[in-house]
């Protein structure tokens, strides 16, 4: 009892937060921030607290809350994208409110005529976090929106989120219910009709029974062949229209041959056909991929809505600079957007020369240069002089999300990995051997019996559809990714998957990926360095976001003032060139700035050296601290991967780093980002699969070029849309793991395709003899569709526990 | 056995009478939110039971 007291006392009422030493209070009740204590005295003035009695501690924590100007709803324009239906006395609207979470969320949001007068009802949607209001049109939307704002429920308000909403919500399409309704209803009705042929009962299935059941299950079939399944021909002409055969080519020729063949078999009289296989089917597949659209629903609100990304920015708050995560971002936050980092939300510059490389958002490279007060979008890539400016509009993690997952420069590599990815590999070969061996059994046939070769043909056809294989794929990679997500190992799609299984080569960047970025130690080397020194290094360091500029410029107190630079160049793989008036100063690599190298003696470091007017200075000699555990990842990956370094700085810490690597010849120092381009080209053309892991900045081009392009982020704005994972510097240790899970991964797939194929081998053999009965094919089909989706669900939850529960701590 | 005939066609009027029902469940919209009609039907009776009563024993929980 002492102890939830004490609880009591020190967390916050409305949200459950923890109190500052002194938390404010009112009547009795104890709050974080300022914002909590305003939503409880408003719904205690109105009588409301009910709120805190359905669940304990209900409320979001106000500290982050901020001064969103909703006065832009009542735009005529604007609000028509909210706004459902109005006539002279009342209005509809739609909101989306992410912060929505529990029952008294529920609670407050349908009492909100409680709390004003003029709302005439709320209605909540839960799933889909929406809340419809109806209210006078005597007062304007932005005081819905306000109301909502001052009870802690603040709407989210980016002008897509409309149509943003029908492609994220696919999985609760009304359509895929109907779809699986009719093909339900359909397949149970027909099993029903088929029972006497299964257990042959004669009375029963000899006419005219016989006929009625027939055409009573062709009349069933039909809904099921022309809606149910249409999303099966239509994925397969699609294909077939691209020259390509997808996973659903086979599928819809086999229900097609199905249909077709059952309909000759019923009004001939000849047989009863193999409705009630093709109903189950296309039931059992529907059900498929409605779970797959579920869980890859789940994964994008994942992504969109929990800070998915590691991504930070630098704030600037009274001259301060300040890491937050881009999420926390409000309109008029003023940020600092350094050499080659991405603009995360719609900004006016307020400082500086931008050059705006929009490449990630429009696949267009050339710098757009912008003078102070014009606009720049979200995704633009800041190139040059480090740059201020103020958000104007709230930085949407989903439009990053949308940026990574569909850059236009990178759909050339996408596309021809879908056409390479092993279902579609397995599939084209797959429906050649299909009909390869359907046209051997009819031709062995069709010298003694011709009817039986068509038979013998079609049967082949209906029996391999490979709905198990179709299945398998989604539903594996979809788990894994979901599996990794959650250990901070996030990937772009489900490609990413079996290329990292396919790994040969792992190439790493030094500086930022293996090094920490935040703990180093520096150390100056030559003449003394003045306070003007100090503040010219410190203004060029602090308009880069190089690892070593970082390191340097968290290393000089910040009393020095920064100084406003006339011009400012980076050059990647050498250094900073920066003039002010007349002084020109060179911060870089000593074979640029002395224009040869020193006679070295034993120990190295990294050293970073200074210029200033021509003049040499000295260097800054920075030992970094390499992340923990890295031994036992290079190792590790050592075992069955060719491990390489490429780094762009010097070779200073060669002989620290020749241990881990082993050879000389697998670290390559010096390396400008276009080599590095070129050594992984070099590497894919002897055919290998290159795995680059970098620090997204430096080696945005490399991470493209290879098959995997693995972004460590740490607490810096590194995110490169051109990547395809990003990996929480937390979790680094853990990447041998995460490409040994992938392997076995993708090892559940091929076990999976294994197993539908000695369903198929089994069927096969009737189906060449040409008396394939319709009981064998009703039993076999959803069998080995079920069987596989189970195997594949329990093998990944086998290969995940067995892969990731020891921890190398323990294990070492 | 021609009584088949019509037990045949009454199962399949039932059947198409529950997917009917169905289809215009869907319609309507009833799988689109499968958590909230589940808890409003809690706070109806809250609601309607006296706030004073309730006020104050929120009040006494919180004073231990």
Same mark, same amino acid.
């Given at each position: ?11 916050c009422f409305h949200c459950g937060e ?11 009740? =104890? ?8 939503v409880?005295?408003?719904l205690?003035?109105?009588?409301m607290c009910d709120y805190y009695d359905l669940n304990e501690r209900p409320g979001q924590t ?28 009342? &209005? ?5 409110i992410p912060a929505m979470h529990c029952s008294s969320c529920i609670w407050l949001l349908e009492n ?12 909540v949607n839960f799933i889909k976090k929406?809340l ?19 009870v802690g429920y ?10 943003? =909403?029908?492609?994220?919500?696919? %999985? ?86 199905? $249909?077709? +063949? ?93 050059? &705006?490389? %929009? ?17 720049? $979008? ?72 011709? *009817? ?57 960047? =030094? ?38 500029? +970082? ?16 011009? %400012?160049?980076?050059?990647?793989? =050498? ?35 200074? *210029? &200033? ?13 390499? +992340? ?150 009703? &039993? ?10 189970? $195997? ?8 995940? +526990? ?11 | ?32 939110d499968d958590y909230s009609p589940a808890v409003r039907?809690l706070f109806?009776?809250e ?18």
């Amino acid at each position: 009892m002492e102890e939830t007291k004490t609880l009591q006392e020190t967390t916050c009422f409305h949200c459950g937060e923890l109190c500052p030493d002194k938390p404010l209070t009112l009547e009795d009740k =104890k709050f974080c921030c300022e914002g909590c204590r305003t939503v409880y005295d408003i719904l205690n003035k109105s009588g409301m607290c009910d709120y805190y009695d359905l669940n304990e501690r209900p409320g979001q924590t106000q500290k982050k809350s901020n001064t969103v100007r909703y006065e832009f709803l009542d735009d005529e324009e604007t609000s028509k994208k909210f706004i459902t239906f109005r006539d002279a006395d009342q &209005i509809h609207v739609t909101f989306y409110i992410p912060a929505m979470h529990c029952s008294s969320c529920i609670w407050l949001l349908e009492n909100l005529n409680r709390l004003h007068p003029k709302v005439f009802r709320s209605r909540v949607n839960f799933i889909k976090k929406e809340l419809s209001i109806v209210f006078s049109s005597e007062i304007a939307l932005s005081d819905i929106a306000k109301l909502l704002d001052r009870v802690g429920y603040p709407p989210h308000l980016s002008l897509n989120s409309l149509e943003e =909403k029908t492609d994220e919500r696919q %999985y609760f399409n009304k359509s895929y219910f109907y779809k699986l309704g009719i093909a339900f209803f359909s397949f149970g009705n027909i099993m029903l009709l088929s029972f006497p042929d299964y257990f042959g009962i004669d009375s029963l299935t000899e006419s005219p029974y016989r006929n009625l059941f027939g055409y009573l299950n062709f009349l069933l079939a039909i809904p099921v062949m022309f809606y149910s399944a249409s999303e099966f021909f239509v994925s397969a002409w699609k294909g077939v229209i691209h020259k390509t055969l997808n996973m659903d080519f086979p599928i819809a020729l086999g229900i097609l041959i199905m $249909f077709v +063949r059952s309909s000759y078999d019923i009004f001939s009289g000849t047989g009863s056909g193999y409705m009630d296989t093709l109903a189950s089917l296309v039931f059992l597949m529907l059900v498929g991929r409605a779970l797959q659209n579920m869980t890859y629903g789940r994964l994008s609100f994942d992504r969109d809505y929990k800070s998915y990304f590691p991504v930070s920015v630098t704030l600037l708050e009274q001259g301060q600079e300040k890491n937050i995560p881009a999420t926390q971002v409000k309109v008029g936050s003023r940020l600092l957007i350094r050499n080659n980092e991405l603009i995360p939300g719609d900004a006016i510059l307020f400082k500086g020369d931008a050059h &705006i490389d %929009y490449s990630f958002v429009t696949g267009e490279s050339t710098p757009v240069d912008k003078t102070l007060g014009e606009i720049i $979008f979200a995704g633009g890539k800041q190139i040059g002089n480090a740059i201020e400016v103020e958000v104007i509009k709230e930085v949407s993690q989903s439009y990053l999300t949308r940026l990574w997952n569909e850059d236009t420069f990178e759909k050339d590599k996408t596309e021809k990995d879908k056409l390479t990815s092993l279902s579609n590999r397995v599939s084209r070969w797959f429906t050649l051997i299909i009909l390869i061996i359907a046209s051997g059994a009819a031709l062995y046939w069709l010298r003694t019996d011709s *009817a039986r070769a068509l038979h013998a043909f079609t049967s082949v056809l209906i029996i391999t559809c490979p709905c198990a294989l179709a299945l398998s794929t989604p539903f594996t990679l979809g788990n894994a990714m979901r599996i990794l997500g959650k250990m901070k190992f996030y990937l772009k799609n489900t490609i990413v998957i079996e290329k990292l299984a396919q790994t040969d080569v792992v190439l790493f960047d =030094k500086t930022g990926t293996i090094t920490r970025s935040g703990a180093a130690r520096l150390k100056f080397e030559g003449e003394e360095l003045s306070d003007y020194d100090l503040q010219l290094i410190r203004s060029a360091s602090g308009n880069s976001a190089h690892p070593l500029s +970082r390191i340097i410029h968290d290393n000089i107190p910040s009393s020095i003032s920064k100084i406003e630079w006339d011009t %400012y160049e980076e050059i990647s793989g =050498k250094g900073i060139i920066a003039k002010k008036l007349t002084d020109e100063i060179k911060l870089g690599s000593e074979e640029w700035i002395c224009g040869k190298k020193r006679n070295h003696d034993g120990l190295r470091t990294m050293e970073v050296h200074y *210029a &200033i007017n021509g003049q040499y200075k000295g260097y800054f000699r920075i030992r970094s601290e390499y +992340r923990d555990d890295l031994k036992h990842v290079i190792q590790d990956l050592q075992l069955k991967h060719q491990v390489k370094l490429v780094s762009g700085d010097n070779d200073g810490e060669k002989q620290q780093l020749l241990p881990l690597f082993g050879k000389e010849e697998n670290m390559l120092f010096h390396q400008s980002p276009f080599e590095k381009l070129e050594l992984v080209k070099q590497l894919q053309d002897e055919h290998k699969t290159v795995l680059m892991i970098g620090d997204g900045l430096n080696d945005a081009g490399a991470l493209a070029k290879s098959n995997v392009g693995i972004s460590v982020s740490e607490n810096i704005n590194n995110f490169s849309p051109a990547c395809d994972a990003i990996l929480d510097s937390e979790s680094f240790s853990e990447l041998p793991r995460f490409i040994r899970f992938s392997k076995a991964a993708v090892n559940v797939i091929l076990m999976s395709f294994g197993l539908s194929f000695i369903y198929n081998l089994v069927g096969l053999w009737f189906a060449v003899q040409g008396n394939l009965s319709p009981l064998v094919a009703a &039993i076999l089909m959803p069998i080995s569709s079920i069987s596989v989706i189970i $195997f594949t669900t329990i093998g990944v939850g086998i290969a995940s +526990r067995k892969i990731f529960k020891p921890n190398y701590k323990t294990s070492s | 056995m021609s009584a088949l005939f019509i037990m045949i066609g009454a199962s399949l009027i039932i059947a198409i009478g529950f997917l009917a029902a169905f289809l215009w469940a869907v319609r309507k919209g009833q799988y689109e939110d499968d958590y909230s009609p589940a808890v409003r039907i809690l706070f109806d009776s809250e609601l309607t039971s006296s706030k004073e009563s309730k006020k104050e024993s929120t009040n006494t929980t919180d004073d231990k």
